[in-house]
């Protein structure tokens, strides 16, 4: 039997000492924000609110506003999202104000609010909100404490002020959603997300993995807003493709940017991309496909995941940088051929 030592009354022990949360992050923005999105201090808020997080993008473009962080929930079958928004003092009028607007910008979305200290009204603000919304608008209001030991590491602690009506239940239904008997065809996509979800896993390449979804696609973050990489199947088509996947109002001005670079783009990538520029108003693509995939037959899978892992690193690799610094705002419309417009108002 293992032995157990026990510490005796006179021993002295270390006492809990609370601590300022500006000893830690002294902004909001510039500190405690890109804390919370690292991988390992995400999940520690996702355990708190029995949610599974994968950070989508930070700085989210929400209106006139930008939202602090923009998740996932990777246990859900239907990609729903979870906004965060960061507080170091505590709530006030304009956050509260910020949230019904992110709440309207989003639809379906679960929204956590964090602060140093929920004053009484807002909470009771939000407790209201979940009181009168269903479950496609969710509210949690969250307060953060740091704590250590004497001279050891600070440590956080996230403390439920507000949560959604029988949440319990709720998050238990949830965790449980990828694991009821699925058709098989459902059955198939989660199966190859799967493999490709071990295979990321076990190169621990620079495209984080994500849990399998029931759906022919897969997103995965490339580290800014409004940009994310895409992984498709199609079995009807037998085809399989990854690429970049552009979004907002400022798709069409970011791709036109990329394409000034489309020689030195295609020779670091190694091949030609479909560049499609015209799929909808708000949303752009370029990417590369494979043909001939025989995506029922498993033995397969090996050689199909191998290529779509290496493409999602090949795009990572060549646009993260590219992308970081893209600036919507250098884009200059072409202007109209004046004499190719009158020539058509002649005929018209």
């Known amino acids: ?22 000893e830690a992050w002294e902004t909001e923005d510039g500190d405690f924000t890109p804390w919370l999105a690292s991988e390992d201090n995400i999940a520690l808020l996702g355990e708190a609110i029995s949610i599974d997080l994968e950070v989508e993008a930070q700085e989210k473009q929400v209106g006139p506003f930008r939202a602090d962080i923009l998740c996932l929930d990777t246990a859900s079958t239907d990609d729903h999202w979870i906004l965060i928004e960061n507080q170091l003092n505590r709530t006030d009028h304009t956050h509260l104000g910020q949230l019904m607007t992110y709440a309207a910008g989003l639809d379906a979305v679960t929204i956590v609010w964090i602060a140093r200290q929920f ?18 608008i969710r509210f949690f209001g969250i307060e953060v404490e740091l704590w250590r030991i004497g001279d050891s590491p600070m440590a956080p602690k996230f403390n439920i002020v507000s949560k959604p009506n029988d949440w319990t239940a709720t998050s238990k239904r949830a965790r449980q959603q990828l694991n009821v008997e699925l058709t098989p ?10 493999e490709l979800q071990k295979l ?28 994310i990489l895409m992984a498709n199947y199609s079995i009807k088509k037998n085809l399989i493709s990854a690429g970049l996947e552009l979004s907002g109002a400022d798709a069409q001005a970011h791709l036109a940017l990329l394409l000034k670079d489309k020689e030195a783009i295609e020779n670091e990538m190694g091949k030609t991309l479909i560049w499609d520029q015209k799929p909808g108003v ?3 693509y370029l990417g590369t496909t494979k043909e001939n995939c025989d995506l029922k037959n498993k033995d397969t ?18 646009f993260a940088p590219r992308i970081k610094d893209l600036n919507a705002e250098d884009y200059i419309p072409a202007e109209p051929d004046l004499d190719d417009t009158e020539e058509e108002d002649e005929f018209a």
């Open 282 to 284: 708000n949303y752009r």
């Open 119 to 136: 004053i009484d009204e807002h909470r009771k603000a939000l407790d209201w909100l979940n009181e009168i919304t269903d479950d496609i």
């Open 200 to 227: 990321m896993q076990q190169r621990q390449g620079n495209v984080r993995p994500r849990k399998p979804l029931t759906q022919h696609w897969q997103s995965f973050s490339i580290g800014k807003s409004n940009f």
């Open 1 to 22: 039997m293992e032995e157990v030592t026990v510490a005796s009354a006179s021993e002295p022990m270390g006492r809990l000492e609370r601590v300022d949360l500006r």
């Open 185 to 194: 065809y459902k059955q198939l996509q989660v199966d190859y997300w799967g």
């Open 301 to 318: 899978w090996p050689e199909l995941l191998e290529w779509q892992f290496q493409e999602l690193e090949a795009y990572y690799r060549v």
